[in-house]
Structure formats: C-alpha cells, structure tokens
C-alpha cells in the first residue's frame, strides 16, 4: 500500500543553521511528491513539488527538496532557517492510480530558536 | 492565498446535530477534494469531485456526504456528529485537465468542535 513515513515528529534548531526533513514514501511507480507547510492555525501551503525530471527541485520560501528513487527518499532542505519557518511540515505523495488523493505523511514540527 | 475559500472558519456544535462546511475552489479549478485533519488520523482524505461528478471515496464515515454544485462550490454535509467529528476539514482543488496529475491548493480549513 502507498506510505508515506516521516520519522522526526519533532526537530529543533537555532536560526541560521541548515536544516533537513526526512521523507520516505512507498509507491509502485514514479511518484508525484510533495512537501506542504502548515503554521499554526492556519491551511496547507505548497512549499515544492517533484512531478519528473531533475531530481533537485527549488520552492518557495529558499525551500529545496531532492528525489532519490534508489532510497525512496523526498528530503526537504533549507541552507539556512529564519524563525518564521517554524511550523509543522508534510511531506506528501499523489495517488494517480485511481484517485487523485494525497497520501500525507504524520508531520514534522519545526521549532526555531533565536 | 491559495484561491481557495472555505466557511465558515470554525464551527461549535452538539453531538446528534448536522453541520454543512462549505468550499469554493480556485477560479478555473474542476476537482475539489475535502480532507479532514485529527490528532489520532493525521490529515486523511475524505472524497473527490470533478466537474459535478464524484471521482473517488476515501475513508469517509457514511453520515458524511458532499456535493458539488454547478458552480464548481462544494459542500461537506456531517450528521448525526459525534464527539469524535471534531476535526480540522479541509478543501483542496486542482485544475485536473486531461488525465494530467495536477498540485492541490488547499483553503485555509473549517474548525469543527463537537461538545
């Protein structure tokens, strides 16, 4: 069945530091992959998305996530955290088989010190 | 702004009662779908909509319908709530065009609270 795992429910770093969420999915084919943000009290917002093609993909917010097929892997990357980035993120996989659904992974949350 | 609206922003009701959560999709988008968020499931899919039709069911309880209007707005009917309703539910469309697989954009969600 289509999972998606994501195994830090909780990372913490100081502002500045370089920061990466990890993303494991399983899929039977090439999958759809998507990494979305959520702050507090507030909806989904798409930070990036990897359909095909090069698998370094750039989003929105200096956000950047790799694909790797062999590790089935989708981490997302940041060079450097600023406090606004604290919120909970969801990695995600599309389900093109036979519905268009999104399978989420649990979340992490981020929290950001100065 | 994803372009998406949902209302109302939160909802307070009883248990037994039935609430109707409400979406519009982005101008131009023929798929809406409805998530619904807890603390025990995580954000899990409920049910999927284009242009009118339903396309696909997820783990949606059978005192839970929808609909989608002419209009493309869609509505989230729950009855006979329980405590266990209370939940987060979002909306999520995508323009869905010629079998293309499109990203969700996904409105700000309705608070519900069952007491």
């Known amino acids: 069945a289509q999972s998606v795992t994501q195994p830090d429910i909780h990372i913490t770093v100081s502002e500045g530091a370089s920061l990466e969420l990890r993303c494991n999915y399983s899929?039977?084919?090439?999958?759809?992959l998507f990494w979305y943000v959520q702050s507090p009290g507030q909806g989904l917002q798409l930070l990036l998305k990897?359909?095909?093609?090069?698998?370094l993909v750039q989003g929105i917010k200096g956000f950047e996530a790799e694909f790797k097929r062999s590790q089935s892997s989708f981490n997302l990357r940041k060079p450097s955290v600023h406090w606004s980035d604290a919120a909970e993120y969801f990695c995600?996989?599309?389900?093109?088989?036979?519905?268009?659904?999104?399978?989420f992974g649990t979340g992490t949350r981020l929290q950001v010190f100065p | 702004d994803s372009g998406v609206t949902q209302t109302p922003k939160h909802l307070i009701t009883a248990t037994g009662q039935r609430v109707t959560l409400r979406c519009s999709p982005r101008?131009?988008?023929?798929?809406v779908y409805w998530y619904q968020q807890s603390l025990d499931q995580g954000l899990q899919f409920l049910i999927q909509?284009?242009?009118?039709?339903?396309?696909a069911k997820g783990n949606i309880l059978e005192r839970f319908s929808a609909q989608q209007f002419p209009d493309l707005h869609s509505e989230l009917n729950l009855s006979s709530l329980e405590l266990g309703d209370s939940a987060l539910y979002f909306c999520?469309?995508?323009?869905?065009?010629?079998?293309?697989?499109?990203?969700?954009?996904f409105g700000p969600g309705t608070r519900l609270t069952v007491l």
């Open positions: 909509y284009y242009n009118g039709e339903e396309r």
């Open positions: 990897y359909f095909s093609g090069d698998t």
């Open positions: 999520a469309s995508s323009v869905r065009q010629g079998g293309k697989y499109n990203e969700q954009f």
């Open positions: 995600a996989v599309g389900d093109s088989y036979n519905t268009d659904k999104l399978i």
């Open positions: 101008s131009g988008d023929l798929s």
């Open positions: 899929y039977g084919a090439t999958p759809y």
